[in-house]
């Protein structure tokens, strides 16, 4: 069974930069992909940007202002966001999805990232 790990949030001001990372363990093999997602107070969690077959997708919210990378072999995945705004104040949820004999999607605790203005 895949768990993920966060880790990288925190609190910085508006402009700032931040880089977010996140690890799978367990049986990662059957990870397909790795991506971010994010749900302010209120909110529908929506996404950030992902990565499928090595293909990124980003998300509207912070498309231009971001940038995935993704190590297929160690299944870890990292999320830099840059000219942070006080509206990308969220939790930001790491998620995988695994293929065993079905797609499983797998969520990671979440890291709450504030920006200041």
């Known amino acids: 069974q895949v768990q993920l790990v966060e880790s990288g949030g925190g609190q910085v001001q508006a402009g700032d930069s931040l880089r977010l990372s996140c690890a799978a363990s367990?049986?990662?093999?059957?990870?397909?992909?790795m991506g971010w997602f994010r749900q302010a107070p209120g909110k529908q969690r929506e996404l950030v940007a992902a990565?499928?077959?090595?293909?990124?997708d980003y998300g509207e919210s912070m498309r231009g202002r971001s940038s995935i990378f993704m190590d297929n072999a160690k299944k870890t995945v990292d999320l830099q966001m840059n000219s942070l705004k006080p509206e990308d104040t969220a939790v930001y949820y790491c998620?995988?999805?695994?293929?065993?004999?079905?797609?499983?999607?797998?969520w990671g605790q979440g890291t709450q990232v504030t920006v200041s203005s």
């Open positions: 998620k995988a999805v695994e293929y065993i004999t079905s797609p499983r999607v797998v």
């Open positions: 367990g049986n990662i093999a059957n990870i397909l992909g």
């Open positions: 990565v499928t077959d090595s293909v990124p």
